[in-house]
C-alpha cells in the first residue's frame, strides 16, 4: 500500500537532495532525481519535523519535502540514534 497517489514526475528534487543521494545512498548513481523520486513513490508518511516540512521514509532512509509536497529538498539515513546527521 503506497502512503500517497500524486504523481512523483511532477516533484522537483533540488540540487543539494541529489547531492545527499550521491553522499549517502549511491555515489555512482547517474540519475539521482529519477532515484529520490521512485523511492518517494514507496516512502511511508514518518513526521512532520516543522511547520515547513514532511519526512517521509523507506527502510532507513528519509525524504524531506516542503508541506504541499512539490519539492525534494534533502534526505538522510536515520541510523536508529537520537544523533541524527546535523547536516541535513
Request: charged letters at 40%; zero cysteines.
Amino acid at each position: 500500500m503506497h502512503a500517497h497517489t500524486q504523481d512523483t514526475d511532477s516533484i522537483a528534487v533540488t540540487e543539494h537532495a541529489k547531492l545527499r543521494f550521491r553522499q549517502r545512498v549511491d555515489a555512482a548513481e547517474p540519475f539521482p532525481g529519477e532515484r529520490i523520486r521512485e523511492l518517494l513513490e514507496e516512502a511511508a508518511f514518518d513526521t512532520a519535523p516543522d511547520r515547513d516540512a514532511i519526512a517521509w521514509r523507506v527502510k532507513d532512509l528519509v525524504l524531506v519535502t516542503d508541506r504541499k509536497r512539490r519539492v525534494v529538498q534533502t534526505l538522510y539515513r536515520d541510523l536508529g540514534n537520537d544523533d541524527l546527521e546535523e547536516d541535513r
